[in-house]
Antibody, heavy 123, light 108 residues
């Protein structure tokens, strides 16, 4: 059974870079059928898509975050990672990674999620 | 950018009631729409994709419909375990996503 697990520091200082890794187990990140993504949820608020990556390294980013986001993949470790630079308190959130499955006639939906990791931005 | 709206923002209904949540896209998105359920303190769970396809393992009391700009999620008989916030999400032929603001469902 496919599982995703987020890892990384729970506390980041303002202006620094947030770095998280998602480790995929029970399946290969190199499968041609899937993309992989990052989503976040500030306390008490809704869900926000951050970006998506294919095992080849092809990426898509949320335009509102694009200038600060880098998503990368390491197929040898079955992991993908998120870096968010110049963080502020507004970046405090639960960060989730997810598998993105193809609908069949195009389009992707998020069918497997990690448990999420809380990141607080504070000095 | 295509914006997603949901209505109502919250609702309270009795066990056994039929519940309908509406999601609207500011432009047509074909059937590129998913619904997620997030119970308090839990991870979001995929309920429906392609506007009306029920994800494996999801109870049949959940159903989705619509195409273009207007979509609905229906719970045919509300159960206590359905207390959650429900999000619609649009996607494209590329893995680019926008979530709706959510609808919180409680038991009356």
């Amino acid at each position: 059974q496919l599982q995703l697990q987020e890892s990384g520091p729970g506390l980041v200082k303002p202006s620094e870079t947030l770095s998280l890794t998602c480790t995929v187990s029970g399946g290969s990140i190199s499968s041609s059928s899937y993309y992989w993504g990052w989503i976040r949820q500030p306390p008490g608020k809704g869900l926000e898509w951050i970006g998506s990556i294919y095992y080849s390294g092809s990426t898509y980013y949320n335009p509102s975050l694009k200038s600060r986001v880098t998503i990368s993949v390491d197929t040898s470790k079955n992991q993908f990672s998120l870096k968010l630079s110049s963080v502020t308190a507004a970046d405090t959130a639960v960060y989730y990674c997810a598998r993105l499955s193809e609908q069949g006639d195009g389009g992707y939906y998020m069918d497997v999620w990690g448990k999420g990791t809380t990141v607080t931005v504070s000095s | 950018d295509i914006q997603m709206t949901q209505s109502p923002s919250s609702l309270s209904a009795s066990v056994g009631d039929r519940v309908t949540i509406t999601c609207r896209a500011s432009q047509g998105i074909s059937n590129y729409l998913a619904w997620y359920q997030q119970k308090p303190g839990k991870v979001p769970k995929l309920l429906i994709y392609a506007a009306s396809t029920l994800q494996s393992g999801v109870p049949s009391r959940f159903s989705g419909s619509g195409s273009g700009t207007d979509f609905t999620l229906t719970i045919s008989s509300l159960q206590p375990e359905d207390v959650a916030t429900y999000y619609c999400q649009k996607y494209n032929s590329a893995p680019i996503f926008t979530f709706g603001p959510g609808t919180k469902v409680d038991i009356k």
